[in-house]
């Protein structure tokens, strides 16, 4: 995954963000993030939203394979764009720092009814 070593980058700061946010903070960063990013007619994030909205992220020196690359690694049900569902599921991926302790907070998160 060479390729999106930018988005790495940005993903790494998850951790320290989960600890000052709280799980919900957080959840709710993460859906306004996927906001951010979606087409606003179709409720997803498709390769055309990302590439309009990618300079919000600080990701605009990305080229266009690398975001079609981060498209396909998130699109779980292959219709070509991503849900909230599959957004959150590929920051978590993403993230190789912050699995470790995704694990407790999937569990604190289902715990409290998503
Ligand atoms: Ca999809």
Request: aromatic share 8%; proline share 2%; glycine share 10%.
């Amino acid at each position: 995954m060479a390729s999106i070593g930018h988005a790495v980058e940005f993903q790494d700061s998850f951790p320290s963000m989960l600890e000052g946010l709280g799980t919900q903070g957080f959840m709710l960063e993460l859906c306004n993030g996927f906001r951010l990013l979606m087409d606003s007619d179709k409720g997803l994030i498709t390769f055309e939203s990302l590439k309009r909205n990618i300079v919000l992220l600080g990701l605009q020196e990305m080229r266009d394979d690398e975001l079609v690359c981060m498209l396909m690694e998130g699109d779980l049900d292959g219709d070509g764009a991503i849900n909230q569902m599959e957004f959150c599921i590929l920051m978590f991926r993403l993230s190789p720092g912050f699995m470790d302790g995704s694990k407790q907070w999937m569990e604190e998160l289902s715990a409290n009814e998503m």
